[in-house]
């Protein structure tokens, strides 16, 4: 998973039917990161892919685990990071505007 999460690198539809795919072949899985995280609901739903795979599921994060790509990185059972790899998490938050014109 190398790019932005929700956007056309990363969407949680195309993750979903690869895993899928991937669980027909393979009882482990590997899941290699570098995110700097991305769309919230798109996550939460490649999230509920992960936690609910009947496979053996393991997180590699390669250079950056951040924001949602973190939540991800930590669906699996197992988390292994390289000693100059990142993980970084925040608290969420939204804003919303009203145009009163």
Do not use: W
Request: hydrophobic fraction near 45%.
């Amino acid at each position: 998973m190398y790019g932005y999460i929700g956007l056309e690198e990363i969407t949680s539809n195309a993750f979903v039917k690869e895993l899928k795919s991937l669980e027909k072949i393979a009882s482990k899985i590997n899941l290699r990161i570098n995110s700097g995280g991305g769309n919230i609901f798109e996550g939460i739903t490649m999230f509920n892919a992960i936690r609910n795979s009947k496979a053996e599921i393991r997180a590699y994060v390669d250079g950056l685990a951040a924001s949602m790509a973190t939540v991800l990185a930590l669906a699996p059972q197992k988390v292994y990071m390289s000693k100059a790899a990142m993980f970084m998490t925040h608290r969420a938050n939204g804003f919303c505007s009203i145009d009163s014109r």
